[in-house]
């Protein structure tokens, strides 16, 4: 049998105030714009949550449990749920409640926080599982770093803490003339398994479903299935791992998004060697066909697949580094406030909108940015960042 695992991240960051600036730095705090923070969110439950819940509920039920999913969602994006549309979080409460969702652990607020400091990451992904179990009463096997950052050193830590596979990109610098579709072992690792994007499969859908320039323009859930059933004899699994506001919000409606992925099970299931399995139930199935060796950081982002959306130019550097330095003043207040707001600041999105690369990959840069120039996210950071700094240490101080 060959699995077909679908993986969903659900994220939506807490978009900064652009109004403060300079002249409000030790005047006030009003960091966050939950305008349009509310805005955003509301918007895209309704066109991309609230209906394809539905959508997956469906087909949950149509097929009797044979389809199967599984979602990442941030705490960041959990915490805009309760505030902002509550009904979004009841609704994947009932996709939990059928048995056929798995939830997947990851850290928090959305960080890069393995690459600066193990210790928030470690607080990060143990505050992850907490919500989750609080939410949907599952703690999580599987573990997904921030958009899909991963290396042996990670894959280490992760089986360290207990998990039992966890999700990469099944990049080209990595794989070679291996295949992403089979399961890994990370190396050095002893029971961890590892789970690879298939990219190519998974940016059809993702990136290239409307692109009317394509040359498989417009593609059918048959189409896409006879694409998947293509892999029998040579695979194991297929992992489709991509954005959830795939559906609905980066694809609209007009483009045929829902009909495709309500047709789809059914194309999938036609062939009788293919089923619908989690990322936990292809780990606990499967059997690692060799280690996968990643010394250096790879991630599902741009052309490159490495870490330079959000680090490499000076802007974004500085940021970062100065971000990270707060760390242990910031928890010496033993103020819950003060420590959220700093993690709120090192959700990836601040630095990704501070990126400098606007060449092949710029109109998905570019995507939900509220900012005009990488110039104006940096100094909108900063300012706030200055005045936290000010607070904790006027605070430490007393």
């Known amino acids: 049998m060959i699995s077909v695992c679908f993986y969903f991240q659900v994220h939506q960051p807490m978009r900064l105030n652009q109004k403060y600036n300079f002249f409000s730095l030790g005047k006030d705090h009003d960091y966050r714009d939950d305008a349009v923070n509310r805005d955003i969110m509301r ?16 087909l949950i039920n149509e097929f009797k449990g044979k389809f199967r999913i599984s979602y990442s969602i941030t705490g960041v994006a ?56 609080e939410f949907f009463g599952s703690k999580p096997v599987t573990f997904r770093n921030t958009e899909l950052i991963y290396n042996n050193e990670l894959a280490l830590e992760i089986e360290k ?29 002893c029971k961890l398994k590892a789970l690879l994007k298939n990219y190519r499969l998974s940016d059809d859908i ?4 409307s692109n009317r320039d394509w040359n498989e323009w417009p593609v059918t859930s048959d189409t896409f299935a006879r694409w998947v059933h293509a892999i029998a004899g040579n695979g194991e699994v297929v992992n489709l791992f991509m954005d959830y506001e795939t559906i609905g919000e980066h694809q609209w409606e ?5 009909k495709f992925f309500k047709a789809l099970p059914k194309a999938i299931l036609s062939h009788d060697d293919f089923i619908f399995q989690t990322p936990a139930e292809v780990a606990a199935r499967l059997t690692p066909v060799a280690q996968l060796d990643v010394p250096h950081f790879t991630s599902w982002a741009d052309l490159e697949r490495d870490v330079t959306a959000w680090l490499g130019n000076p802007m974004q550097d500085q940021a970062a580094e100065l971000a990270y330095a707060l760390e242990d003043r910031v ?40 900012y005009d ?12 960042l200055n ?7 006027r605070r430490l101080e007393n």
Request: with cysteine; net charge negative.
């Open 206 to 209: 993702a990136f290239r479903f």
């Open 387 to 393: 005045d936290l700094t000010l607070t904790v240490n």
């Open 161 to 189: 803490m207990g998990y039992k596979a966890i999700i990469a990109e099944g990049a080209d610098q990595v794989l070679g003339w291996r295949s992403p579709n089979f399961v890994y072992q990370p190396a050095g690792c």
């Open 254 to 258: 007009d483009t045929g998004i829902f």
């Open 373 to 384: 120039t990488p110039h104006q996210a940096f100094i909108t950071y900063m300012n706030v």
């Open 78 to 133: 959990m915490e805009q749920f309760q505030e902002f549309c509550p009904e979004v979080l009841e609704s994947f409460r009932e996709l939990a409640n059928t048995g056929c969702v798995e939830f997947i652990g990851e850290t928090h607020y959305h960080s890069l926080s393995f690459l600066f400091s193990k210790k928030e990451f470690r607080q990060e992904v143990e505050m992850h599982e907490r919500v989750l179990e």
């Open 331 to 370: 928890l010496q207040t033993k103020d819950d406030d003060l420590i959220a707001t700093w993690r709120e600041l090192l959700t990836s999105d601040h630095f990704y909108y501070m990126c400098t690369k606007w060449f092949s990959d710029g109109d998905v840069h570019k995507y939900f940015n509220p």
């Open 43 to 58: 918007k895209v439950a309704h066109k991309c949550y609230l209906p394809a819940n539905r959508l997956m509920l469906d």
